[in-house]
């Protein structure tokens, strides 16, 4: 079964544009989670989709959102980027709920500058 | 405020010897947790999970304790190798997991040396 894969890997983008990065789920997984990493602040979340529908939401600003279509793909999208967003956004799948044990993927590092 | 808490954000082990990695929660409604590892540049791992109504759960090498009145978990690798120099990620939710999301500690970095 393949894994949770990410697109793009790596991302430089400037201060002011957006960027979407997209996710596949494991599949036959319907819940999608989006986190981001910094350095020294671990894994915050930021959001987690079910059957399109946002079910919850981390603390982060509204330019951070995100979407899912009806194949569970998802993507997430940052409008009016900061310098602070610089980070590695790592995805992931579970079957059911954000609250059980997920699998994530490998990340796409975005470099805003 | 930090809900799940790895105080130590690094611990260097011997080759073969025991590494102990910990975790201390503080929200009495967790009652999943779990342990990822994370090498660079790629997403973490599933390890080892734990439910409340246990106090021990092993695989392989791999061993999580749950000390619930104390509201600490650890994880022991025995024995350590080299391979398992990464930086590991406690986790928690509440209910069961029926709700909510994973909550992530900061993460320890562990150095196995040969």
């Known amino acids: 079964k393949a894994g949770v894969t990410q697109t793009p890997r790596y991302l430089i983008k400037t201060r002011g544009q957006q960027v979407t990065l997209s996710c596949s789920p494991i599949s036959g997984h319907r819940s999608v989670s989006w986190y981001q990493q910094t350095p020294g602040q671990g894994l915050q979340f930021l959001f987690e989709y079910f059957s399109e529908t946002q079910r919850n939401k981390g603390n982060f600003p509204g330019r951070f959102s995100g979407r899912q279509f009806s194949n569970s793909r998802s993507e997430m999208n940052v409008s009016t980027l900061e310098l602070g967003d610089s980070a590695l956004y790592l995805c992931?799948?579970?079957?059911?709920?954000?609250?059980?044990?997920?699998?994530f993927g490998p990340g796409t590092r975005l470099l805003v500058l | 405020d930090q809900q799940v808490k790895q105080n130590s954000p690094s611990l260097s082990v011997q080759e073969g010897r025991i590494s102990i990695l910990n975790c201390d929660y503080t929200n009495s409604m967790f009652d999943y947790f779990l342990w990822y590892k994370k090498y660079p540049a790629e997403g973490p791992t599933f390890l080892i999970s734990?439910?409340?109504?246990?106090d021990k759960n092993e695989d392989g090498r791999f061993t999580v304790f749950l000390n619930k009145s104390a509201k600490h978990l650890s994880l022991h690798i025995v024995p350590s190798q080299p391979g398992d120099s990464a930086v590991y990620f406690c986790?928690?939710?509440?209910?069961?997991?029926?709700?909510?999301?994973?909550?992530f500690g900061k993460g320890t970095k562990l150095s196995v040396k040969p």
């Open positions: 734990i439910s409340s109504i246990k």
């Open positions: 992931a799948s579970s079957l059911f709920r954000a609250a059980e044990t997920q699998y």
């Open positions: 986790a928690a939710s509440p209910n069961g997991g029926s709700q909510g999301n994973l909550i």
